[in-house]
């Protein structure tokens, strides 16, 4: 069992910064490959990042560039910082992890980007 908790969501004007935590339990972090996604209102949850074991990072469009996903193993802890936030980046932020052929979820912190 995993538990994941997101923190760092807020109000933000265009053009700003907010960096989200996830913390994980486990004693096995470091190996975990850490995902966060997220869902806009009326919209599916869509992937925005992910970080693995060996620090390789992949990023969808959207965010390439702007976003920077990372993982302190000993904090047990995953990162997004997000800089020059849009609008359109106003969601329900969740960080993911799957161990074991499960998907664990948190429940998610809500960024509204102001224009």
């Known amino acids: 069992q995993v538990h994941l908790v997101e923190s760092g969501g807020g109000l933000v004007q265009a053009g700003g910064s907010l960096r989200l935590s996830c913390a994980a339990s486990g004693s096995t972090f470091n190996i975990y490959t850490m995902k966060w996604w997220r869902q806009a209102s009326g919209n599916q949850r869509e992937w925005v990042a992910t970080?693995?074991?060996?620090?390789?990072?992949n990023y969808a469009d959207s965010v390439k560039g702007r976003f920077i996903i990372s993982k302190d193993n000993a904090k047990n802890t995953a990162y997004l910082q997000m800089d020059y936030l849009k609008p359109e980046d106003t969601a329900v932020y969740y960080c993911?992890?799957?161990?074991?052929?499960?998907?664990?979820w948190g429940k998610g912190t809500l960024v509204t980007v102001s224009s």
């Open positions: 970080v693995n074991s060996d620090g390789w990072q």
């Open positions: 993911h992890t799957g161990q074991n052929g499960m998907d664990y």
